[in-house]
Nanobody, 117 residues
Framework: VQLQASGGGLVQGGASLRLSCAASGRTFRPYAMGWFRQAPGKQRTFVGRITWVAGSTSYADSVKGRFTISRDNAKNTMYLQMNSLKPEDTAVYSC???????????WGQGTQVTVSS
């Protein structure tokens, strides 16, 4: 499975961005896909995830109410709609695929999101 994240950029605080993560490479029916982020000098942290069949979502507390994850099964693509962005959201955002519920198996290269104050 290959993953390609896109949609990052430089925005001002309060703005919105939508990231995409496109998957390719095999018959695609994972358990879930997730978004993670890594700020400069910090460890990678969980942002949220969506189960592929049911579309159930869960989010980190820091983004609840501002970020929304969705997916397009036909396009094998997951999205991250980010609203009310804050400078502390600045990070490299990457996506991952979990084939089963036990953990993430494939990771994509990230896309940079920079939020200015």
């Amino acid at each position: 499975v290959q993953l390609q994240a896109s949609g990052g950029g430089l925005v001002q605080g309060g703005a919105s961005l939508r990231l995409s993560c496109a998957a390719s490479g095999r018959t695609f029916r994972p358990y879930a896909m997730g978004w993670f982020r890594q700020a400069p000098g910090k460890q990678r942290t969980f942002v949220g995830r969506i189960t592929w069949v049911a579309g159930s979502t869960s989010y980190a507390d820091s983004v609840k109410g501002r970020f929304t994850i969705s997916r397009d099964n036909a396009k094998n693509t997951m999205y991250l709609q980010m609203n009310s962005l804050k400078p502390e959201d600045t990070a490299v955002y990457s996506c991952a695929v979990a084939l089963e519920s036990t953990g993430y198996d494939y990771w994509g290269q990230g896309t940079q999101v920079t939020v200015s104050s």
